[in-house]
């Protein structure tokens, strides 16, 4: 498949994505970029949502991780789910009850305009960290199977990239975000499921045959309970689901600014939970995929692709789609399925940045009638840059797996949120917030070198992802400590 074709292929699709912006913004203002007036529809946020919620990390590095982790996944998916419910049945009836743009607002009127920053920029830094990480790995796969052969350099690719969001997302913010998420997750699932049977095809079975099949066992077991020291242990993925979905959804802004477009509370709760009731199937097939293109590897001995001397599995799946002659049509529902994967998340990324700052930081509400807008656009384009500068840092940063790295840095990030939240919900007490910024560090800091030296600490213990609920612990810990005594608040 040529270079030429692929290109065209991801031009055609952006021009799709500006003919919905085209009908979706015509009217730029504020109330409309934040909050889409609250009249979406909520099956329609539930199914884009899909596509934000999986991104392109999940399209291409959960079937590569399948060699490493085997269907272990699975157990993060189930906690998922439950963290879902958590969102809906407590932190969505808050947010709506105090009529939220900016979640982090909670912060503001339960301790004080220091916990309401301190929160707001661990989202801005979980969030540019994270929608960095998913740009990183469809910015690398273009590079090495299109821009590569015109010896285009991986900078103008990540600014190309940055760009066209930037174009689609200027005007109309969460509006225009909310329909081109359902195209795009459209073409996400129709991928996966198109390739899946392509796969199928190539091999001696059909669906029913290939789960019944060695090939299939070799990499399937989801259940590890031998050994709680192993980061696969099934309590640990299924406890950092739980924690990973209720902080890294029901605590970022950019989910619940989704969610918070819907027209009431019941709207948006029945969208949460569909939500992760879908995520199941829909995380299954991605594994069976990676089954499928392990399998198919190993058959035809295709060599997974090597980008410094470091074996990716990520690039299997691009791989085997792009170069292994499987047809021009593997190719063009590749590309279409990683673009609608990778855009659906980055596009709602940057546009909750600029809503996060704009309010939480700049206080843009209180700005003047003709000072808004220009504000909220200047702020948009800056951060469209931090993302480019950050994308281009991790080409020599990382070496992981990218949705492990992925994973692991967001248990970090998201804990100090996670301890305010809590802290906030279930406590009276005030806190003196001069130490806040303290306690949220040290929270990070100790959690850090806790993961890194456990091992020798806690006899062989490798933590999984529930390194986040402790980071979150150590910060609930922290503002007890911090607590005003005579000075709880009043119900």
């Not at 913010?173 to 129709?190: A, E, N, P, S, Y």
Request: proline residues 2%; aromatic residues 16%; hydrophobic residues 50%.
């Amino acid at each position: 498949m040529s270079p030429f074709l692929l290109l065209s292929i991801v031009l055609i699709y952006f021009a799709l994505l500006m003919g919905i912006t085209y009908l979706t913004a015509k009217d730029d203002s504020n109330q409309v970029f934040f909050r889409a007036n609250r009249n979406s529809p909520w099956y329609i946020v539930a199914f884009g949502m899909i596509g934000a919620s999986l991104s392109g990390v999940t399209f291409i590095s959960v079937p590569g991780w399948v060699d490493s982790t085997q269907f272990s996944y699975m157990l993060i998916v189930l906690g998922y789910f439950l963290g879902y419910l958590t969102i809906a049945l407590l932190l969505l009836p808050l947010y709506y009850k105090m009529n939220l743009t900016s979640i982090y607002e909670y912060l503001k009127h339960r301790f004080g305009p220091k916990s309401h920053k301190t929160g707001a920029f661990f989202f801005l830094l979980s969030r540019i960290l994270i929608a960095s990480f998913r740009l990183f790995l469809v910015a690398s796969v273009l590079q090495y199977f299109i821009l590569d052969a015109w010896q285009i350099p991986f900078e103008l690719t990540v600014v190309l990239s940055i760009l066209f969001i930037w174009l689609y997302t200027v005007r109309g913010g969460i509006k225009t975000i909310v329909w081109t998420d359902t195209l795009q997750t459209f073409f996400m699932l129709l991928a996966v499921i198109l390739a899946v049977v392509i796969l199928l095809q190539q091999l001696p079975y059909d669906l029913k045959e290939f789960v019944g099949s060695v090939d299939f066992e070799k990499y399937s077991k989801t259940f590890f309970y031998e050994d709680i020291n192993d980061r696969k242990h099934w309590l640990k993925g299924l406890l950092g689901g739980i924690f990973i979905a209720i902080a890294m959804t029901g605590l970022d802004q950019d989910n619940m600014q989704k969610n918070l477009t819907c027209k009431n509370l019941k709207d948006a709760q029945k969208n949460v939970i569909t939500l992760g009731l879908v995520l199941i199937p829909v995380n299954l097939i991605f594994l069976i995929l990676g089954t499928l293109l392990f399998t198919y590897a190993q058959q035809y001995q295709v060599e997974i692709p090597m980008i410094d001397g470091k074996v990716k599995t990520d690039l299997l799946f691009p791989q085997i789609a792009l170069k292994e002659n499987l047809g021009t049509g593997f190719g063009i529902i590749f590309i279409l399925g990683l673009m609608a994967a990778a855009y659906s998340s980055a596009d709602s990324a940057l546009t909750s940045l600029t809503t996060s700052f704009s309010i939480d930081f700049m206080d843009i509400d209180s700005k003047e009638k003709g000072v808004k807008k220009r504000l909220r656009k200047r702020i948009h384009l800056i951060f469209s840059g931090v993302l480019v500068l950050v994308i281009i840092s991790y080409k020599y940063l990382l070496q992981d797996n990218i949705i492990s790295s992925l994973l692991l840095v967001s248990s970090f990030t998201y804990g100090p949120l996670l301890g305010l939240f809590a802290f906030g919900l279930f406590t009276k007490y005030k806190i003196y917030e001069k130490w806040v910024w303290l306690i949220t560090v040290l929270s990070v800091l100790i959690s850090y070198l806790l993961n890194t030296y456990s091992t020798a600490l806690f006899d062989g213990y490798n933590f999984g992802y529930e390194i986040l609920i402790l980071n979150g612990l150590l910060t609930f810990v922290g503002l007890f400590l911090i607590r005003q005594k005579n000075g709880k608040r009043k119900n």
